[in-house]
């Protein structure tokens, strides 16, 4: 286990900063803030800043703000990015409508 | 579900030169891009590459492009366009987005080519319409013909925000700065030459600290920096400006590589988050390979030879190619990826400040910090005991000043006045016995437009200079308009006595201006009276 996922570990207190109100994440409007107080609150990883919040769930999966989020997780967690591990990448890696992802073919030759 | 020998994620400049070679070893390959064109980010590059002549340098990045299709063509490559590949699975299955339904295809070996996008950095105002990436505007402008703005600001000094900003200008917008938070210019100080003598100032050290504007950028604000890259109160300045380009680095879209369960890092150096790989680009999964900026951030022609060995590598894997082939073809890629991984700016000599040149030279501080080469960077290295520089009749005046892997003029002089010699890097040299007929080949080979012909004798009192140009319309015979000095300063008046288009020049057009003969080593730049290309944020010369 990484010590990153020590929940024990004290990280001190959310110290708010003069630029908490930038949006970080675009596509859900997450700020600065809101992630560092997630952060505070014991989301310690990507996948769970996503899941809690959800930066980087929207129309570009992050591949904007991914390394912002993880950059902020690093520095609040007083670690290197690499760390921590990025969010997770499944299928499908692009936004694609609900009818064309249904609209699968099946035939296994 | 169809099945291949080889599927290539991505037609850029990478994926295309892997699967030609996979392809006529003999391979059935699918190259899927979820573009519209193929291609990569080789159709927006409109200047000329860098490197030898073995690897296309002083070709221009889209006719690379048009050669790389051809060749896939030909090698029997099947590419899928606007098909997005949404997911890989076991067994090099994947399920690509193709129209309005989701098609599998299933390979022996996968090469990921996805490349990189663009990084963005947060400011006041960072999301405001206006505020765009380098890569963006280069997209709207050499892909679709669209002006990202009129007024611009560039945040970045390396290779692509210089370009870029160049292309900016090409295309008639008016570069108001280049900023960057570093204190010194990181790209190719050629490409930092080429802007600054048309008048673009540099603030090294500077970064942005407010973007203007309620509904879409108005005006920017930037900010000297401390040795932290802490803005500093009261260091702010102001420019009008209607787009703000962010050319801060690129990160490698390594998605799918993580998706396939490829061992990663989160490496700085090669731009983030990336696959372990062995010298051919192979995965810790055998037969997947990645090939790239996805595995490391480089330029295009790095990407194209690392393309052609993991697609050998991928014949080699399935028994297309036997070993010894294998191993002679590698060996000679290996070499010619070498060469490009030498001099100032290679990725091992990441971070490294260099005093002196591999000449032993003290280098430029001001091309690092302002742009353009002083006077007495000019007399250091124009005058240096190894060459020996004419100053009457016309002659090649060279202000190449740091080792970079390029050497197309020395073979552009069919008279031998010009030698880089066996090592790429090595600053060229001006070879004065042998004599210069004016012809122009070196000026339209070099890259960097940093080759200049200069007559002292032109006239009684006067000097010739032929220059580079590369904005329209194009200047004609018998206009007048303003010399410029290496900083964009206007020197005086400056008559056109020669223009010339030959085929062979590829669209450098070689203009020739009447100065004094004492502006002979100073005049390094043409503005015309009607101001389309040359900016200059002097009023005096605007009209």
């Known amino acids: 286990m990484k010590s990153i996922n020590d929940r024990s570990q004290d990280i001190g207190p959310f110290v708010s900063q003069t630029d908490d109100a930038i949006i970080i994440c675009r596509c859900e409007e997450i700020t600065k803030g809101e992630i560092r107080q997630a952060i505070h609150d014991g989301m310690f990883t990507v996948n769970e800043i996503r899941r809690y919040l959800r930066a980087g769930m929207g129309l570009c999966q992050g591949q904007t703000c991914g390394k912002l989020v993880k950059n902020l997780i690093a520095r609040e967690l007083n670690v290197i990015p690499d760390q921590l591990d990025p969010a997770t990448s499944r299928s499908p890696m692009r936004p694609v409508e609900m009818k064309v992802l249904g609209n699968e073919e099946v035939s296994h030759v | 579900m169809k099945r291949y020998d080889l599927i290539v994620v991505g037609a850029g400049p990478s994926g295309l030169s892997a699967a030609i070679e996979a392809a006529r070893c003999g391979m059935s390959v699918a190259v899927f891009d979820e573009n519209a064109k193929p291609g990569g980010q080789l159709f927006k590059q409109i200047h000329k590459f860098f490197g030898s002549k073995e690897h296309q340098a002083k070709i221009r990045g889209f006719k690379i492009g048009e050669t790389l299709l051809a060749e896939a063509d030909e090698a029997g490559v099947e590419v899928f366009l606007n098909a997005t590949v949404a997911g890989i699975y076991l067994d090099k299955e994947v399920l690509v987005q193709i129209g309005a339904a989701m098609e599998h295809f299933k390979a022996d070996t996968i090469i990921i080519a996805t490349g990189a996008a663009e990084n963005m950095i947060t400011f006041d105002g960072w999301t405001l319409p206006g505020v765009i990436g380098a890569g963006a505007a280069q997209t709207m402008m050499n892909l679709y013909g669209i002006k990202p703005g009129q007024r611009v600001l560039m945040l970045g000094s390396g290779n692509v ?116 790989v062995d010298e051919n680009g192979e995965t810790s999964i055998p037969g997947l390979f990645a090939a790239g900026d996805v595995s490391g951030i480089e330029e295009a022609s790095s990407a194209m030879i690392k393309g052609r060995m993991s697609g050998l590598a991928a014949a080699a894997y399935l028994g297309f190619l036997n070993e010894q082939d294998k191993d002679n073809r590698l060996a000679d890629l290996e070499v010619a990826l070498d060469s490009l991984h030498q001099g100032m700016f290679a990725p091992g000599s990441k971070g490294k400040t260099f005093a002196k040149t591999d000449e032993g030279i003290a280098v430029s501080q001001s091309l690092l910090k302002k742009g353009y080469l002083d006077d007495a960077d000019i007399e250091r290295f124009i005058h240096r005991p190894d060459q020996t520089i004419k100053n009457s009749g016309i002659h090649p005046v060279i202000e190449c000043t740091q080792n970079i892997p390029c050497n197309p003029c020395q073979d552009a002089c069919t008279r031998g006045c010009i030698k880089v010699g066996k090592t790429i890097t090595a600053l060229p040299r001006i070879d004065a016995a042998n004599s210069c007929t004016g012809c122009g080949m070196c000026i339209a080979s070099c890259s960097g437009q940093a080759i200049f012909l200069v007559d002292e004798d032109y006239a009684p009192g006067y000097a010739s200079i032929t220059l580079p140009y590369e904005f329209l319309p194009r200047p004609q015979k018998g206009e007048l308009g303003t010399a410029l000095s290496r900083s964009g300063q206007p020197l005086g008046h400056a008559e056109i006595i020669d223009v010339r288009n030959a085929k062979a020049f590829d669209q450098t057009t070689l203009v020739t201006i009447k100065v004094p003969v004492e502006q002979a080593m100073t005049a390094r730049f043409y503005q015309p009276k009607t101001n389309a290309a040359g900016q200059s944020g002097k009023k005096e010369i605007r009209q």
């Open chain 2, 161 to 276: 925000g210089l370009v870029v900003s160049f292309q900016l200008m090409q295309a008639g917008c008016e570069v108001v700065a280049l900023v960057d938070a570093a204190p010194k210019v990181g790209g190719y100080g050629v490409h930092a030459a080429k802007i600054a003598r048309c008048g673009v100032p540099f603030y090294l050290s500077h970064t942005i600290t407010k973007a203007e504007g309620s509904d879409c950028v108005s005006g920017v604000e930037i900010s000297q920096v401390d040795e932290d890259f802490i803005p500093i109160p009261g260091t702010q300045k102001h420019f009008d400006v209607d787009t703000i380009c962010l050319a801060v680095g690129l990160s490698p879209m390594s998605q799918l590589l993580k998706m396939a369960g490829c061992n990663m890092v989160d490496d700085p150096r090669r731009g983030g988050q990336v696959p372990q």
